[in-house]
Every structure is written in C-alpha cells, then in structure tokens.
C-alpha cells in the first residue's frame, strides 16, 4: 500500500502498476483511501456488476408480498358535495 505522498512522488510507478495488471491502494493518513487501476479492469468490474444487476422492473417484481390481491386497501366512503 502506498502512502498519499508517495504515491504522489511515484505517480509513474502507481500507474504502470495498475496498468500491469496490479490494482493499487493508497492510503491516507494511515486509513485505506483510494485504489488505482487500470481502466480496462475497471471497465469489465463495472461490467460485471451491471450484468448482476436486476432491472429496476424487476427488482419491483421480485418485491414480497405486494402482489395485486395484497395492496392495502382504504375503507372510505365518498362525502356529500354541495356546490351551490
């Protein structure tokens, strides 16, 4: 893992790192901050992850216990209206 400042000073080196195939982690004040990869394996994580990924219809569908018959249903009555 790569402290902010030296991986600012290598900048090159983290690059080619993460280019070759070697995801790198950079910290910052000794807590993990960010990882820099290459953008081809950022590509197909993203990908991936998409792929996975429900459409949102059918997240809604997969939804429990909110078929039709299942909807909650208000009792009210309709009130007298007078408009004149």
């Keep these: 893992m790569w402290t902010l400042h030296d ?3 290598r ?7 993460a280019l070759a195939g ?4 950079i910290s910052r004040r ?12 950022y590509a197909d994580m993203k990908a ?4 996975e ?12 216990g909110m078929g039709d018959d299942d909807l909650p249903r208000l009792e009210a009555r309709m009130r ?4 004149g």
Excluded: W, Y
């Design 30 to 41: 000794g807590k993990p901050a960010v990882v820099v990869l290459s953008a081809s394996a």
């Design 22 to 25: 070697t995801p790198q982690e």
């Design 48 to 51: 991936r992850v998409t792929a």
């Design 7 to 9: 991986a600012k000073n």
């Design 53 to 64: 990924r429900p459409s949102f219809a059918e997240h809604l569908a997969r939804f429990p």
């Design 11 to 17: 900048f090159s080196e983290v690059v080619n790192a």
């Design 80 to 83: 007298d209206l007078d408009l």
